[in-house]
DNA sequence: CACTAAAGTTTCAAGCTTGAAACTATTCCC
DNA sequence: GGGAATAGTTTCAAGCTTGAAACTTTAGTG
């Protein structure tokens, strides 16, 4: 639907949007072996736990899917495995019957602690280029570019 | 391996790192839709077939791999599919007959060309905010962080 | 109250992705 | 030349991911 790219930013922007990526699935790629050598587990389980650990009041199945920008069916079937795995527990909600409260078990919380600062510290050392000033400009960059994001 | 994270710019390089996880995830998560619904294809094979565009020398398996950063396992999936519907060719090479020559076939390169200004207007939309400066400093900050990938 | 629309979750088929193992071809080194 | 190590590719099992369809429950409307 959109014309013909007449903006003279278009050709960078499509660079950017490139390394944007390049970047990104270096560093998941990074974290993904780490958690896999170091703690057996994988990036879209220790997402999962990590947004169970915010919000530890628990979360809907869709709500978490939101945070995750993952689709329902995704999120059913890695809070299955957790669920299996003990780390998860499905409470059905008394007040709506549709939905299901996930929450983090006691098990849950101290495998992610195990593995939180861990993960923490394999960020900072892969970012660890940027200094304050870039990071305070690359947030600003990102909430602009999401600002657009219809 | 790594000590506990006495970095004061830890917490920020996490909360960066998450954010950037963000825009990128629905970045990715538009560009797929828009290659479903207007051309019924998918973003790995989008990929494929942007790096042979790219390099239209043809590439190996091994540097399509490395320069989409998936695994050669996947690369292999993907550039079958392709194949099988005449997008894509392998030729054996003569100087060295443990590697093949991977290259767009006539009929890919014209559903490549159909697809890519689209593609590329869709991202200058999606990162339409973002100004001449911002993509500058954008692009010195992931330079920046990338130096770092051990 | 019945009907309809909407929301929440799961199921399903198809495709993507990884890392390890297997296989083939090449290169190196004695 | 004969191994041994290395490089390129594919195969494989397991898990991830999507989007659509089905199912259940709730809310809204007449």
Redesign the pocket.
């Known amino acids: 639907m959109t014309a013909a790219p007449l903006d003279p930013l278009s050709k960078r922007r499509l660079k950017a949007w490139i390394r944007l990526l390049s970047v990104t699935r270096q560093t998941e790629?990074r974290l993904?072996?780490r958690l896999?050598v170091e703690h057996g587990t994988?990036?879209?389980?220790f997402d999962v736990m990590a947004a169970l650990w915010r919000f530890h009041d628990g979360l809907?199945?869709?709500?978490l899917s939101r945070a995750l920008?993952?689709?329902?069916?995704?999120?059913?079937?890695?809070?299955?495995?957790l669920e299996r795995e003990g780390l998860v527990r499905?409470t059905p909600m008394e007040s709506?019957?549709?939905?299901?409260q996930v929450k983090l078990t006691a098990q849950g919380k101290q495998m992610f602690d195990s593995m939180a600062m861990d993960h923490e510290s394999e960020v900072n050392r892969l970012l660890g280029n940027l200094d304050a000033q870039d990071l305070e400009q690359l947030r600003a960059i990102l909430l602009k570019a999401n600002a657009q994001e219809t």
């Open positions: 790629s993904r072996e896999r994988t990036l879209p389980r809907t199945m869709s709500e920008l993952v689709s329902n069916g995704n999120a059913t079937v890695i809070v299955d495995r499905r709506d019957r549709r939905t299901v």
